[in-house]
């Protein structure tokens, strides 16, 4: 009878192992199916989101690149209206001219041609870079309105002081030449001809100035632009990421729910076995009915 009390005893307690067992697993159960259930409609909303951003930068990136072509032509006409080369070539022509000049209107024509050669580039390099700076304003107004970048108008490059210094030049050679050509000399026309010869050194360095500023100036225009639109490229990139590792922890979520209802379908059985061993140790213990003809 003790043996039969202890093996009641421990049936009973393996009973409440497994019934406490199954109590824990299904408060894990409900509380992972009630974060699947939360999570995933958020998921769903940040992937699209985070598409729909991506998608739209990327046809934003296009009217960039199409952006950064057009500013590289015209980049490459500013230079070419500033370039070294042109007017070290337009002070040659200048020269002949003036060395085969025999008269002091020769010699003016050819210094008045040189200088309105000189301010003609100036102005082509003026609307070009005019040009720059509307396109980036309009591309800079875009990027900050569709994608929230933070950037300032680009500043617009002033050829101004340039203009001046031009006029200081030709001003101080008019000078001379009103001077020196009122009494025409060959020592004289020699004389004019070195004097320009300074002048047209000091317009080429003043070119050479230019030419730098431009290429500062090019550089901190674009520079807002490319530096925002790689950050928002990493930004982006990084919440595509993010999104990723919470998808993955859902697909992780989803296998864990999974191993645990098919361990609540092992429990109810083993529950239902122990159960069913119980009753039948029960009937066992259970005194046998005596036959009526015995007991009379």
Same mark, same amino acid.
């Given at each position: 009878?003790?043996?039969?009390?202890?093996?009641?005893?421990?049936?009973?307690?393996?009973?409440?192992?497994?019934?406490?067992?199954?109590?824990?697993?299904?408060?894990?159960?409900?509380?992972?199916?009630?974060?699947?259930?939360?999570?995933?409609?958020?998921?769903?909303?940040?992937?699209?989101?985070?598409?729909? !951003?991506?998608? &739209?930068?990327? /046809?934003? #990136?296009?009217?960039? $690149?199409?952006?950064? *072509? %057009?500013?590289?032509? =015209?980049?490459?006409?500013?230079?070419?209206?500033?370039?070294?080369?042109?007017?070290?070539?337009?002070?040659?022509?200048?020269?002949?001219?003036?060395?085969?000049?025999?008269?002091?209107?020769?010699?003016?024509?050819?210094?008045?041609?040189?200088?309105?050669?000189?301010?003609?580039?100036?102005?082509?390099?003026?609307? !070009?870079?005019? &040009?720059?700076? /509307?396109? #980036?304003?309009?591309? $800079?107004?875009?990027? *900050? %309105?569709?994608?929230? =970048?933070?950037?300032?108008?680009?500043?617009?490059?002033?050829?101004?002081?340039?203009?001046?210094?031009?006029?200081?030049?030709?001003?101080?050679?008019?000078?001379?030449?009103?001077?020196?050509?009122?009494?025409?000399?060959?020592?004289?026309?020699?004389?004019?001809?070195?004097?320009?010869?300074?002048?047209?050194?000091?317009?080429?360095?003043?070119?050479?100035?230019?030419?730098?500023?431009?290429?500062?100036?090019?550089?901190?225009?674009?520079?807002?632009?490319?530096?925002?639109?790689?950050?928002?490229?990493?930004?982006?990139?990084?919440?595509?990421?993010?999104?990723?590792?919470?998808?993955?922890?859902?697909?992780?979520?989803?296998?864990?729910?999974?191993?645990?209802?098919?361990?609540?379908?092992?429990?109810?059985?083993?529950?239902?076995?122990?159960?069913?061993?119980?009753?039948?140790?029960?009937?066992?213990?259970?005194?046998?009915?005596?036959?009526?003809?015995?007991?009379?």
């Amino acid at each position: 009878m003790a043996r039969d009390a202890r093996s009641t005893t421990s049936s009973c307690a393996r009973e409440e192992l497994l019934q406490s067992r199954l109590l824990n697993l299904r408060e894990q159960l409900q509380e992972l199916s009630d974060l699947r259930g939360k999570n995933q409609g958020v998921i769903e909303y940040m992937m699209r989101k985070v598409k729909a !951003e991506k998608d &739209e930068f990327e /046809r934003g #990136l296009q009217q960039y $690149y199409a952006v950064r *072509s %057009v500013f590289t032509t =015209l980049t490459n006409k500013l230079y070419g209206h500033l370039g070294m080369d042109a007017i070290r070539e337009e002070t040659r022509r200048t020269r002949e001219a003036m060395l085969e000049s025999a008269f002091s209107k020769g010699l003016r024509d050819a210094m008045t041609g040189f200088f309105r050669h000189v301010r003609g580039k100036f102005a082509h390099s003026r609307t !070009e870079a005019e &040009e720059i700076t /509307r396109m #980036l304003e309009a591309m $800079y107004k875009r990027f *900050s %309105v569709e994608h929230g =970048l933070r950037l300032a108008a680009p500043t617009p490059l002033s050829m101004l002081k340039y203009g001046k210094e031009i006029d200081r030049l030709e001003d101080a050679l008019s000078r001379h030449v009103n001077t020196v050509l009122n009494i025409m000399t060959l020592e004289k026309r020699a004389l004019t001809q070195k004097f320009f010869e300074t002048i047209a050194v000091h317009v080429r360095r003043t070119f050479e100035i230019a030419n730098r500023d431009v290429e500062v100036w090019l550089r901190a225009v674009m520079a807002p632009l490319e530096t925002q639109v790689r950050e928002y490229q990493i930004q982006l990139k990084r919440r595509l990421e993010s999104v990723r590792r919470i998808h993955q922890a859902t697909d992780t979520l989803e296998e864990r729910i999974q191993e645990l209802t098919q361990m609540e379908s092992t429990l109810l059985h083993q529950l239902a076995e122990l159960n069913r061993l119980a009753s039948t140790f029960r009937s066992a213990l259970q005194p046998a009915a005596v036959p009526a003809a015995i007991a009379a």
